[in-house]
């Protein structure tokens, strides 16, 4: 199982990892094909697989462990400007004060999973190439009912 959120003796916690299946990167991992997994919920801290792993939402704010293999942390980071796992836990709280910044805050995320990602798939090999757009979700979260707004950028 996958949550968010996990009951504990003292209250409730943010789950880092709870699965009682094996991942298909696992799964994956055994037969021996190369993946690239970027941005999956609830990956950090990343795995050692096959291939690279870029962790997402659940990752701690400003982590610098957010890859997997480590090595790749600096070249990412050029590629995309600066690696963003998610976007802030309180970003729903700037939207009365500024919904087209915060908009473009969710645009600006997307961008810098789509860089990581497509460098990723130019330049290094693999079987699997997985990507989540958590800026999808957020943006139904936020901007479901401003449907000009979401449209205008399309």
Known sequence: MIDFLMRGK????????????????????????????????????????????????????????????????????????????????????????DKNEVYDLITEFAKKIYKATMYLGKNYDWDLLSVTFISTDRLQHFYFDDWCLVSSHY
Request: aromatic letters at 12%.
């Open 10 to 97: 003292e209250g409730y916690y943010l789950a880092y990892r709870n699965r009682n299946v094996k991942t298909i990167w696992t799964l994956l991992n055994r037969c021996g094909f190369r993946q690239i997994i970027v941005n999956d919920p609830i990956t950090f801290p990343p795995e050692e697989i096959n291939g690279v792993m870029l962790t997402g939402f659940s990752t701690p704010p400003e982590s610098k462990n957010f890859i997997y293999p480590k090595e790749l942390r600096g070249e990412i980071n050029k590629v995309c400007g600066g690696y963003l796992s998610d976007l802030d836990f309180d970003l729903e709280r700037k939207i009365p004060s």
